[in-house]
Structure formats: structure tokens, C-alpha cells
């Protein structure tokens, strides 16, 4: 099961985090897992934890693809090469490179490719675009793995004709590694298989805003196996996964006709959120979508707390909680 932990104060938070490590696992050895999304916060979440509960001992705080890599090493021990460090793998971003190298100049002829050899034709030093344009192209696919992995299944079972679908085909070749997408689709089925033993009773992701549906996936995987923890800074209690920025307002109102603009109900809510929290936005829109999933067990519990407006800092805080623009009343 998920349970989810909303609220506008990171110490609020602590709390709950701290409330739920009280209770001691099965196994007294057995290391508690905080997913955490930088070393600043892993440090003040470890001398919170010592000062509340006198010691933090046995505790591994991973980053969000340090977990993936868990994930795989203990679902997927037998086939999981791709974080091996020892041994580089076909979709690393340095391999992926070379590899093109070899590959674009074998497609130019191709129609798809056109774009392509005529930024080629005005190389004056000879493969320097060649090797620019790879490297460019490698970092892409790498984010596409991650962010984008239907994308990338699609294309492996032969949709699209465009040049990008054409060059990752033709990487994927004879090619025995396996990439994140593949590792975490397997993963997935083998969790639903029935076949699988928790590795963990819980996992904690503390102070994290936003995260890929790669990794979110995963997680709501894993919870089928043993409890995981989400504690999330939301500025806001309302509903704000369909406000929008002056920007997308007015782009939006430009695609659509004078007649269907008054229809179209598009919401600002509050300016300094519409325009700086899209990722936080999309990840909170991407939570409730999961929230509708049958399969998928999730209890969301809201801790916000009222903050007085006493300056302008607080002001804009409490703006935000409430998504209201109010008028300052201090002085």
C-alpha cells in the first residue's frame, strides 16, 4: 500500500517520517530506506531524526535512481547489468555515441534522414558534427529511456518510420544488454507474476517534488510487495492541477476560436504557482491518476497547516496555501 503525506511544512513532515520509524522492523539488522533527492537534505533529514529519536544509525538514503538500481538488483539479479560499473553497457550515453558514429553515415540516403546530411554536408572539420550531432542524439535517447519509455516500445516493435524510431532499431541490433525501460517493464511483470518476495517491509521517499512516471511506476509496483511512504511538500491544500500560466492561457486561447474561448474555463489560481510549479503540478495530476487505478491501494492524508500573514514572506505562503491572491495587511 501507498500512503501518501501532504503538507505546505517540510517539519510537519519530519514528524510523520520520524512517528513512522519509531516502530522497529522485524529484522533489527535490516537498513531503513529514505529516498531522498539531494545530499543537503540527506544530512538535515539525518540530524532531525538523531535530535527527535537520539540516534540515526543503519539508515541508507538513496537517490531516486539508487532505488531503481535496488529495485533491479533484487528483482532482477540475474539479468541486471545495466548499473554494473565495471562493465559498460550498449545504452550507456558514451557507447550510444560511437555506436552512431558508425550508424548515421550507413542512413543518409534514407529519406527520413535528409535533415540530417544537410547538417552533415557543412562539416569543415572533418566528423566534427558527425560526433556532435551523435552525442546530442545518444543524451536524447537516454532521456527518452527514462522519460518517454512507452515511446521507446513502441519504436521497438516497429512503429514509426522517422529517423529517430529508424537509428534506435538499428542500435538495438544484436544487442544482448538490456536498458531501463526493458529492466523496469520486466520488473513490473514479474512483480504481477505472482512469483515475487518483498525485499523490503517499507521504503520512505521524503522531500522529493516531482518524479519521472518511469520511477513512479515503479513505486506503485513495489507497494504491492510492502509498504511505501510518500512525504510531499505541497504548498497548496486546494486542487491546482489545472491552473495555468498567462503564457499557456494566452497560447491556448490563440489555437481556439473567438466563439469557444468563453468556454474553455482556464484558471490562473495563483500567478507565482501557475508559472514556477509545472513539475510539481505534473507529478501531483501524475499521483491522481494512479489514485484511479483499482489495482492500486493509496490513502492520502493531509497535514497542511495555516500560516499567519505577518510578512511577505508568510503572505505569499499562505496566498499559495489558500490559492488566493489576497491583499497584504501588514506593515
Not at 198 to 207: D, L, W
Not at 234 to 245: A, L, M, R, T, V
Not at 287 to 298: A, N, P, T
Amino acid at each position: 500500500m501507498i500512503t501518501l503525506y501532504q503538507s505546505n511544512q517540510t517539519e510537519v513532515l519530519l514528524d510523520q517520517l520520524t512517528e513512522r520509524l519509531r516502530k522497529p522492523l522485524s529484522n533489527a539488522l535490516a537498513p531503513e530506506t529514505i529516498v531522498v533527492q539531494s545530499k543537503g537534505m540527506e544530512r538535515w533529514i539525518s540530524l532531525q531524526i538523531a535530535e527527535r529519536l537520539g540516534c540515526c544509525a543503519n539508515i541508507q538514503f538513496p537517490f531516486p535512481d539508487g532505488l531503481v538500481r535496488i529495485i533491479f538488483d533484487n528483482l532482477l539479479p540475474e539479468i541486471d547489468q545495466s548499473f554494473n560499473p565495471d562493465k559498460p553497457n550498449a545504452f550507456d550515453i558514451d557507447v550510444m555515441t560511437w555506436k552512431l558514429m558508425a550508424l548515421i553515415p550507413k542512413f543518409l540516403d534514407h529519406e527520413a534522414f535528409s535533415p540530417i546530411k544537410q547538417y552533415l554536408a557543412e562539416d569543415s572539420i572533418q566528423n566534427l558534427k558527425q560526433l556532435q550531432i551523435s552525442s546530442r542524439i545518444a543524451d536524447t535517447f537516454d532521456q527518452y529511456i527514462i522519460y518517454r519509455p512507452e515511446m521507446i516500445h513502441a519504436w521497438e516493435k516497429g512503429k514509426d518510420d522517422h529517423w529517430q524510431a529508424i537509428l534506435w532499431r538499428a542500435l538495438c541490433e544484436n544487442v544482448s544488454d538490456f536498458h531501463s525501460a526493458q529492466l523496469g517493464q520486466m520488473a513490473i511483470e514479474k512483480i504481477f507474476s505472482q512469483n515475487c518476495q518483498p525485499f523490503a517491509e517499507r521504503i520512505f521517499i521524503f522531500g522529493i517534488s516531482a518524479l519521472p512516471r518511469f520511477h513512479t511506476q515503479l513505486l506503485m509496483a513495489i507497494s504491492h510487495l510492502f509498504e511505501v511512504h510518500i512525504f510531499l511538500l505541497n504548498p497548496s491544500k486546494e486542487f491546482w492541477g489545472d491552473i495555468k500560466s498567462k503564457r499557456e492561457i494566452s497560447r491556448i486561447k490563440f489555437k481556439e476560436t473567438a466563439e469557444s474561448e468563453d468556454s474553455l474555463y482556464l484558471e490562473e489560481g495563483h500567478p507565482l504557482l501557475a508559472s514556477m510549479g509545472k513539475l510539481g503540478k505534473d507529478f501531483l495530476n501524475m499521483l491522481y491518476e494512479f489514485m484511479d487505478d483499482s489495482q492500486i491501494q493509496m490513502d492520502v492524508r493531509d497535514l497542511f497547516q495555516a500560516v499567519p500573514p505577518i510578512n511577505l514572506l508568510s503572505t505569499v505562503q499562505s496566498q499559495l496555501l489558500k490559492l488566493t491572491i489576497d491583499k497584504p495587511v501588514f506593515s
